[in-house]
């Protein structure tokens, strides 16, 4: 199985990098106009092959995409300190112009894994330029893996015993659906009573401040992000290459809102291939409502 990543800039190698330490696919090609730094990155990660899953590492043109089951598109340019996802919209709406009709021309079967900020309005973006692929973006799959993070800290598990959803745009909207938050099967106030951990407003307003503001904080600690998306886009590339029906959080086109954004939804072979809509509070709900409202009032401004 072959994947194609397009930019080769810190998000779009350490995804591929992630993608190769996981086994996640055979063939690997990165693409990037700068094609000495595609075929840098590219030589460096295939030295981890032989020590991990021997997958077959290459770079190329456009035309290397070829036969690629899904293409991770992280082209574009960077969140920079004091800068926010949606400020980004006009420089890199203007390179996926340029960007998803070569992919598209030379991948028409793969499925494609939108990776530039700001993620759901590029994800819209990209349906409109390859109407006939399957697009979805990765969404809040970070943003949800680390608010999982924060509440396990906070009750000493294992991450991966946590389940919670973080919903809308990935970027300040965001909604942190507190009532789909579970440790072990158990309400997270629940199982903190039982272990008798201390559970206040105060405790909830910290994780929930931790996770909106993770992006910032690393950001201004060493200028970007991308260890934990890399991580990401692997899983999401995994679950449509292995048709695992895996329930992600991932940006897809929802026409009850009018835009992309996250939602749980079922992914496997061809993208998305069912949306969820978890039972949230009034709260949760107009939250949703205000995000989704925030990304269609900037969209119409930028992309119309």
Not at 220 to 244: C, N, P, Q
Not at 267 to 294: D, F, H, I, M, N
């Amino acid at each position: 199985m072959k994947v194609g990543v397009v930019g080769s800039g810190l998000v779009g190698a350490t995804a591929a990098y992630a993608l190769t330490l996981r086994g996640s696919c055979s063939d690997l090609v990165l693409v990037d106009r700068d094609e000495a730094r595609a075929q840098a990155e590219a030589q460096d990660i295939a030295h981890a092959a032989p020590i991990s899953h021997g997958t077959r590492v290459s770079s190329g043109g456009y035309a290397a995409l070829s036969g690629c089951r899904v293409v991770v598109v992280a082209a574009g340019a960077n969140q920079q300190p004091g800068e926010t996802r949606l400020d980004l919209l006009e420089k890199n709406a203007a390179i996926f112009r340029e960007v998803i009709p070569q992919v598209a021309r030379h991948a028409p079967d793969a499925v494609l894994l939108i990776a530039t900020n700001p993620v759901d309005l590029l994800t819209d973006l990209a349906g409109r330029l390859a109407p006939s692929q399957p697009v979805l973006g990765s969404g809040t799959v970070l943003d949800s893996a680390r608010f999982r993070h924060l509440i396990a800290e906070r009750a000493g598990v294992d991450a991966t015993h946590v389940h919670g959803y973080v919903l809308g745009e990935h970027g300040d909207s965001e909604v942190l659906a507190w009532s789909t938050a579970a440790v072990a099967g158990l309400p997270v106030a629940d199982f903190m009573r039982s272990r008798g951990l201390e559970w206040t407003p105060e405790v909830q307003e910290e994780i929930d401040t931790g996770t909106r503001d993770a992006a910032a904080a690393i950001i201004g600690g060493k200028r970007a992000t991308y260890y934990g998306i890399g991580a990401a886009l692997a899983r999401i590339a995994e679950a449509i290459l292995d048709d695992r029906r895996a329930v992600l959080t991932v940006s897809a086109p929802t026409p009850d809102y009018g835009v992309s954004l996250s939602l749980p939804r079922i992914v496997g072979a061809r993208g998305v291939e069912a949306t969820l809509t978890p039972v949230l509070t009034p709260e949760e709900r107009e939250g949703l409502e205000a995000s989704a409202r925030v990304l269609r009032e900037t969209g119409q401004k930028v992309l119309g």
